[in-house]
């Protein structure tokens, strides 16, 4: 059966029901290869002898596309259902090239973890990048470290520094050493920053953290999102802003207003080390005044338009030069306005949204997003004032914290005008990240390999796969499941999953078009994801089993978990002896795995109730009880019990105060382990559930045409990349696709 007929015939449900009942399915075109390699063997690829050198004259190219989250039966069906155009990024590629119906990512199956598993071809036990947050078991207990900014290939614990020899590679390395070009736009991985533990650098930004072209992931410039709501008593006239709107162009048709006093006010420091914070103890001082205009010629009061400005410079006319934006003009109805924090060192900037705005001001309710930047790490930082001066500063991303009202001010804001916010952060930053990664294409026409990160549409999916008839549809009220779901917000939400995924199509789109029909483009993503109905409390669950929680840390994102003790001569400061620590490891392993949902109305697809389907614990016999043993599945700074839980369940979301599920005891913030969350989507859980697969879809002139993979892993993509590339791979756990290849 060719490509289009399958995609014709197999539904969304049908191919994942498919799916979970292959038992050792082989690749297409690889009989008895079921991809299942157990132990430390690792896979080298350096077989050249097929045609991945010139086409039609032309050096082959692949530019990589990750869209974080996309779940490949969503977009089978959203092809199927049009919701995602045929002549779109995602259908035009799938039926030009080849596509795999799952593709197997890392453990756990978690953002860092797998991305840095798709650009090594490497398991997170030789990448040593076991989660999104962890503890480096050389440091102390309470510290944590990121996956995104954490030694990739791990690092020497004594002496503490780099390693001489790192487990894992990035491509982007092996690919330079051997004469290539490559460029990475926001990739996790490539930001050119140095990476320290305990104050002493482990890993140098050159060569494992630098490409050509390295455009590093944006981060908080140190004020987060802030929602407002004024009336028409916060307006008076000021003539004086009223000439300063008609010398800049703007006029308004009814009576200028602006606040009679700034909206709010911070600081920023002018340095490029350092950003900005609320209050007013760095050196560039910041006051924020809104002025109301009306720009609609109908006659009538109708104040339809926003005007941000800087009191202490005024509105100015420009013309701005990115990253410079003057005043933002912020239109109800329409997109966020980029504000930048001019004479920000670290070129930090904003935006405001508008939310309501009544044609007399009587209501007026409007969002400042988070405060941003891309990191001016040095070796890169030449590359960043490119994109700074050429697309602008780094946009703010969908912010989970403005729907969880977890940021001030937005407690009273209605539940539409929220969302709507959302939907607008997620339309302007990924078109954003789609032109860091065009201008990546066309100022690097010569690059081999360009690798683009896109942020949707997990972000989407996170907050909106309302999708369980477990899962609540009101977070503080435990009736809210079931038959009492509201749906016009399931229905609503489900709107919102497939904005998110039309967003990230464009950008594919955008991308593609740049790259040029000779180009190789694969998309991937990271990880699928799961709805989930019960947020978890690890410390109160282990307290709850008898476990002393005072001596070990727990690391968790999403339903994974690191657990750690706090070991003499292992962790800095370490304070439990060699029996102790092992009677510990002992118990969290038997809590963890025995750990229930006695309530039926949640765990009733579990077998045995089970909340947890991997527990993993460090072996205790290879060494003299330094904590330091490896495995198969337990690497370098993995905890001494690695845990994932079943779909349904999440270490996030739990809710200050907590709400008990229905059926539930009241909820104890001492005891209670399992509650109602406040979002809805996860990632994270075992990779070999179909639920959790990646997307894989590629097509180019090295590429097969209908092509059907059955069964992949994502650490195959980088050794299939390099074999396009007539490069040879090191260091790989994974294995080129030879099958998609001509």
């Given at each position: 059966?060719?490509?289009?007929?399958?995609?014709?015939?197999?539904?969304?449900?049908?191919?994942?029901?498919?799916?979970?009942?292959?038992?050792?399915?082989?690749?297409?075109?690889?009989?008895?290869?079921?991809?299942?390699?157990?132990?430390?063997?690792?896979?080298?690829?350096?077989?050249?002898?097929?045609?991945?050198?010139?086409?039609?004259?032309?050096?082959?190219?692949?530019?990589?596309?990750?869209?974080?989250?996309?779940?490949?039966?969503?977009?089978?069906?959203?092809?199927?259902?049009?919701?995602?155009?045929?002549?779109?990024?995602?259908?035009?590629?799938?039926?030009?090239?080849?596509?795999?119906?799952?593709?197997?990512?890392?453990?756990?199956?978690?953002?860092?973890?797998?991305?840095?598993?798709?650009?090594?071809?490497?398991?997170?036990?030789?990448?040593?990048?076991?989660?999104?947050?962890?503890?480096?078991?050389?440091?102390?207990?309470?510290?944590?470290?990121?996956?995104?900014?954490?030694?990739?290939?791990?690092?020497?614990?004594?002496?503490?520094?780099?390693?001489?020899?790192?487990?894992?590679?990035?491509?982007?390395?092996?690919?330079?050493?051997?004469?290539?070009?490559?460029?990475?736009?926001?990739?996790?991985?490539?930001?050119?920053?140095?990476?320290?533990?305990?104050?002493?650098?482990v890993q140098s930004a050159q060569p494992i953290r630098v490409t050509d072209y390295t455009v590093p992931f944006g981060a908080f410039g140190g004020i987060g999102a802030q929602g407002f709501s004024l009336s028409?008593?916060?307006?008076?006239?000021?003539?004086?802003?009223?000439?300063?709107?008609?010398?800049?162009?703007?006029?308004?048709?009814?009576?200028?207003?602006?606040?009679?006093?700034?909206?709010?006010?911070?600081?920023c420091s002018s340095a490029q080390t350092a950003t900005c914070t609320n209050g007013a103890t760095l050196d560039v001082k910041y006051s924020i005044r809104v002025a109301a205009i009306d720009t609609s010629n109908?006659?009538?009061?109708?104040?339809?338009?926003?005007?941000?400005?800087?009191?202490?410079?005024?509105?100015?006319?420009?013309?701005?030069?990115?990253?410079?934006?003057?005043?933002?003009?912020?239109?109800?109805?329409?997109?966020?306005?980029?504000?930048?924090?001019?004479?920000?060192?670290?070129?930090?900037?904003?935006?405001?949204?508008?939310?309501?705005?009544?044609?007399?001001?009587?209501?007026?309710?409007?969002?400042?997003?988070?405060?941003?930047?891309?990191?001016?790490?040095?070796?890169?930082?030449?590359?960043?004032?490119?994109?700074?001066?050429?697309?602008?500063?780094?946009?703010?991303?969908?912010?989970?914290?403005?729907?969880?009202?977890?940021?001030p001010g937005f407690t009273n804001f209605p539940d539409l005008e929220i969302e709507t916010m959302f939907e607008d952060m997620v339309k302007t930053f990924v078109r954003y990240q789609a032109e860091i990664g065009?201008?990546?294409?066309?100022?690097?026409?010569?690059?081999?390999?360009?690798?683009?990160?896109?942020?949707?549409?997990?972000?989407?999916?996170?907050?909106?796969?309302?999708?369980?008839?477990?899962?609540?549809?009101?977070?503080?009220?435990?009736?809210?499941?079931?038959?009492?779901?509201?749906?016009?917000?399931?229905?609503?939400?489900?709107?919102?999953?497939?904005?998110?995924?039309?967003?990230?199509?464009?950008?594919?789109?955008?991308?593609?078009?740049?790259?040029?029909?000779?180009?190789?483009?694969?998309?991937?993503?990271?990880?699928?994801?799961?709805?989930?109905?019960?947020?978890?409390?690890?410390?109160?669950?282990?307290?709850?089993?008898?476990?002393?929680?005072?001596?070990?840390?727990?690391?968790?994102?999403?339903?994974?978990?690191?657990?750690?003790?706090?070991?003499?001569?292992?962790?800095?400061?370490?304070?439990?002896?060699?029996?102790?620590?092992?009677?510990?490891?002992?118990?969290?392993?038997?809590?963890?795995?025995?750990?229930?949902?006695?309530?039926?109305?949640?765990?009733?697809?579990?077998?045995?109730?089970?909340?947890?389907?991997?527990?993993?614990?460090?072996?205790?016999?290879?060494?003299?009880?330094?904590?330091?043993?490896?495995?198969?599945?337990?690497?370098?700074?993995?905890?001494?019990?690695?845990?994932?839980?079943?779909?349904?369940?999440?270490?996030?979301?739990?809710?200050?105060?907590?709400?008990?599920?229905?059926?539930?005891?009241?909820?104890?913030?001492?005891?209670?382990?399992?509650?109602?969350?406040?979002?809805?989507?996860?990632?994270?859980?075992?990779?070999?559930?179909?639920?959790?697969?990646?997307?894989?879809?590629?097509?180019?002139?090295?590429?097969?045409?209908?092509?059907?993979?059955?069964?992949?892993?994502?650490?195959?993509?980088?050794?299939?990349?390099?074999?396009?590339?007539?490069?040879?791979?090191?260091?790989?756990?994974?294995?080129?696709?030879?099958?998609?290849?001509?």
């Amino acid at each position: 059966m060719n490509l289009k007929t399958l995609l014709s015939v197999t539904s969304a449900m049908t191919l994942v029901a498919s799916l979970a009942c292959i038992a050792t399915p082989a690749r297409a075109g690889q009989d008895g290869d079921n991809g299942d390699r157990g132990g430390d063997s690792r896979g080298h690829d350096q077989d050249h002898d097929h045609d991945g050198g010139e086409h039609h004259g032309r050096k082959p190219r692949v530019v990589m596309i990750s869209l974080d989250g996309a779940k490949p039966d969503f977009i089978q069906k959203f092809i199927e259902e049009g919701v995602l155009p045929r002549d779109g990024g995602l259908a035009r590629l799938s039926r030009r090239g080849a596509v795999a119906l799952q593709n197997v990512t890392a453990s756990p199956s978690l953002t860092a973890v797998s991305h840095i598993a798709i650009a090594t071809g490497s398991t997170a036990v030789h990448n040593d990048i076991p989660s999104n947050t962890f503890e480096p078991i050389v440091g102390p207990i309470s510290g944590s470290i990121s996956g995104f900014a954490a030694p990739i290939g791990g690092y020497n614990e004594s002496p503490l520094g780099p390693s001489p020899q790192p487990t894992a590679l990035p491509l982007w390395v092996q690919l330079r050493q051997q004469g290539k070009k490559v460029v990475t736009a926001t990739w996790p991985g490539g930001d050119g920053a140095d990476i320290s533990i305990n104050k002493t650098v482990v890993q140098s930004a050159q060569p494992i953290r630098v490409t050509d072209y390295t455009v590093p992931f944006g981060a908080f410039g140190g004020i987060g999102a802030q929602g407002f709501s004024l009336s028409r008593s916060d307006f008076t006239p000021d003539p004086a802003i009223v000439a300063a709107l008609q010398a800049a162009g703007h006029f308004s048709f009814s009576p200028v207003l602006v606040t009679t006093v700034p909206i709010e006010s911070f600081s920023c420091s002018s340095a490029q080390t350092a950003t900005c914070t609320n209050g007013a103890t760095l050196d560039v001082k910041y006051s924020i005044r809104v002025a109301a205009i009306d720009t609609s010629n109908d006659r009538k009061v109708n104040y339809d338009t926003l005007v941000f400005f800087d009191a202490n410079k005024g509105i100015t006319a420009g013309p701005f030069h990115a990253p410079s934006t003057g005043p933002a003009y912020a239109k109800f109805g329409g997109e966020n306005a980029p504000f930048f924090f001019e004479g920000s060192g670290a070129k930090v900037g904003a935006a405001y949204f508008v939310s309501a705005l009544s044609p007399d001001l009587s209501v007026v309710r409007f969002a400042r997003y988070g405060a941003n930047f891309i990191p001016r790490n040095t070796p890169v930082i030449g590359d960043v004032d490119d994109i700074n001066n050429n697309i602008g500063f780094w946009r703010p991303q969908a912010d989970f914290r403005i729907p969880e009202r977890l940021s001030p001010g937005f407690t009273n804001f209605p539940d539409l005008e929220i969302e709507t916010m959302f939907e607008d952060m997620v339309k302007t930053f990924v078109r954003y990240q789609a032109e860091i990664g065009e201008r990546a294409i066309k100022t690097h026409p010569d690059a081999d390999l360009v690798m683009v990160y896109i942020e949707q549409p997990d972000g989407s999916e996170h907050q909106f796969l309302l999708t369980d008839p477990r899962q609540g549809t009101n977070p503080t009220d435990p009736n809210s499941i079931g038959a009492n779901q509201d749906p016009a917000k399931v229905k609503r939400y489900a709107s919102y999953i497939r904005f998110a995924y039309q967003t990230a199509d464009k950008a594919v789109k955008q991308i593609a078009d740049a790259a040029g029909r000779n180009s190789n483009v694969i998309v991937v993503s990271d990880h699928g994801f799961a709805p989930f109905h019960t947020s978890v409390n690890l410390t109160n669950m282990l307290r709850n089993a008898g476990v002393d929680t005072s001596k070990i840390a727990i690391r968790t994102s999403g339903p994974a978990a690191n657990i750690y003790v706090n070991l003499q001569n292992r962790e800095l400061g370490g304070t439990v002896d060699l029996a102790t620590y092992r009677a510990l490891v002992a118990q969290i392993t038997d809590a963890v795995k025995n750990a229930v949902d006695p309530n039926a109305q949640f765990n009733y697809s579990l077998k045995e109730q089970r909340i947890f389907t991997v527990v993993e614990t460090r072996p205790l016999q290879c060494d003299a009880g330094t904590g330091q043993c490896l495995s198969k599945t337990i690497g370098q700074d993995f905890g001494d019990v690695f845990a994932l839980m079943a779909p349904g369940y999440n270490f996030d979301g739990v809710q200050n105060p907590g709400v008990a599920r229905k059926g539930d005891a009241a909820f104890n913030a001492a005891t209670t382990a399992l509650s109602m969350p406040n979002f809805y989507g996860a990632h994270g859980h075992d990779p070999e559930l179909p639920v959790m697969s990646a997307t894989f879809i590629a097509a180019g002139p090295q590429i097969r045409q209908d092509t059907v993979v059955r069964r992949m892993r994502n650490i195959d993509v980088a050794p299939t990349i390099m074999r396009i590339l007539g490069a040879a791979p090191h260091q790989v756990d994974g294995e080129a696709l030879r099958e998609i290849l001509r």
